[in-house]
């Protein structure tokens, strides 16, 4: 059972900047598919980031490209997600998520973290 726990959100002003952590414990993530994903009040659960075991390939939603780099190291056991230009519609409880799949078009998880809340003030 991988446990993961965010960290690094908070309040920010449209066009700052936050960095998010995502630390596993309990199993390496060495070898998962690991992403980010994002909830607003009101909305469904989205994807915004996916990066590969290596780092050596990431997919990002058409909102955040630009803005948002996801990275991991794997020698710590963490995943990052890396948000600069914010604006107020990426207010949203972010969660990281680790051993993702896909079954045709929709993307598993396996393992999900308690979230953190970003909250972009304009």
């Known amino acids: 059972q991988v446990q993961l726990v965010e960290s690094g959100g908070g309040l920010v002003q449209a066009g700052g900047s936050l960095r998010l952590s995502c630390t596993a414990s309990?199993?390496?993530?060495?070898?998962?598919?690991m992403g980010w994903f994002r909830q607003a009040p009101g909305k469904e659960r989205e994807f915004v980031a996916s990066?590969?075991?290596?780092?050596?390939?990431?997919v990002y939603t058409n909102s955040v490209k630009g803005r948002f780099t996801i990275s991991r190291d794997n020698a710590q056991n963490t995943v990052y997600l890396q948000m600069n230009s914010l604006k107020p519609e990426d207010t949203a409880v972010y969660f990281c998520?680790?051993?993702?799949?896909?079954?045709?078009?929709?993307?598993?998880?396996?393992?999900w973290g308690q979230g953190t809340q970003v909250t972009v003030s304009s």
């Open positions: 998520a680790a051993d993702l799949g896909y079954s045709g078009k929709t993307i598993t998880v396996k393992y």
């Open positions: 309990r199993h390496t993530i060495g070898n998962f598919l």
């Open positions: 990066i590969t075991w290596n780092g050596g390939s990431t």
